[in-house]
């Protein structure tokens, strides 16, 4: 198959003719290079991208060799700015229902990250700790590798911030970034995990004990369980009144969770 079309989000073919080269139709032409111009904010996909992590990359070696993909360069959004307090590039109003907000943007290499071996960047107005990767991934069938990032310490209870880096090796003037951010689920107590081995481990020790148990000691046995059997009834009906007198309720209270919504969805523009 020969190229696709170079729009970040089209699967088509290119229609390789003189007029549209790089894209699939007129239409996907003038898109791309409209949503691509200086100036403009990241692309914003309410609910998420849902695309697989090869359209990304190749969008990042379309734009490595002149092509307009339609993600525009926002200088500084991945490296100097904290996304929940940049308004001007990032909206945090979520429609009803959304629970996952995504943006594509394209901005210089991450390597200001890159100080000390923890690998963090403190962005300028979250006090403590920053960004910090948690994986890397050499995609060698693209020729590039996709780095993961999460906030720590999160700014905010209600919302989980990531951020996803796509380059290509052995270009450095920027990369792709996708960053995320969707609502903080509601955390689970752990649940104790009973394995395989332990059972058996378990029913060894068990059989090791009954196994032990010496044959000239049954009549011991046997002569402490009728002596601890005479038990005064008298001390057993005490403490059982007592046991009961002291019973108590514990009410607990419910808390919503905080909800971020937006009062009107019909002011999102989508180009589909």
């Given at each position: 198959m020969g190229p696709k079309c170079a729009l970040w989000d089209c699967t088509r073919p290119a229609l390789g003719s003189e007029l549209f080269e790089d894209y699939c139709s007129n239409f996907h032409a003038t898109l791309a290079v409209s949503e691509d111009s200086p100036g403009l904010t990241p692309v914003l996909r309410p609910g998420g991208i849902n695309l697989k992590d090869s359209l990304l990359?190749?969008?990042?070696?379309?734009?490595?060799?002149?092509k307009r993909v339609g993600?525009?360069?926002?200088?500084?959004a991945a490296t100097t700015k904290s996304p929940w307090n940049a308004t001007e590039l990032f909206d945090l109003a979520l429609l009803e229902g959304e629970t996952i907000r995504e943006w594509l943007f394209f901005d210089k290499h991450r390597k200001a990250f890159e100080?000390?071996?923890?690998?963090?960047r403190s962005l300028p107005d979250h006090s403590g700790r920053g960004w910090h990767e948690s994986r890397k991934l050499v995609m060698k069938e693209f020729g590039g590798q996709k780095r993961s990032y999460y906030m720590d310490p999160?700014?905010?209870?209600?919302l989980e911030w990531h951020l996803y880096e796509y380059e290509i090796i052995g270009?450095?003037?920027?990369?792709?970034?996708?960053?995320e951010v969707k609502l903080a689920s509601e955390k689970k107590s752990p649940k104790v995990k009973v394995t395989k081995d332990s059972?058996?481990?378990?029913?060894?020790k068990m059989g090791r004990l009954?196994?032990?148990?010496?044959?000239d000691n049954k009549s011991s046995f046997k002569g402490k369980i009728e002596t601890n059997g005479k038990v005064d009834s008298a001390t057993v009906n005490s403490s059982q009144n007592e046991m009961t007198s002291a019973t108590e309720?514990?009410?607990?209270?419910?808390?919503?969770?905080?909800k971020y919504l937006a009062d009107n969805s019909a002011d999102y523009y989508h180009k589909y």
């Open positions: 990359f190749n969008a990042v070696n379309a734009r490595a060799q002149g993600i525009p360069h926002c200088e500084g100080s000390g071996t923890r690998k963090q999160q700014p905010s209870d209600g270009f450095d003037a920027y990369a792709l970034y996708r960053l059972l058996a481990d378990l029913q060894k009954t196994a032990d148990v010496p044959v309720i514990l009410h607990h209270g419910s808390s919503s969770p905080y």
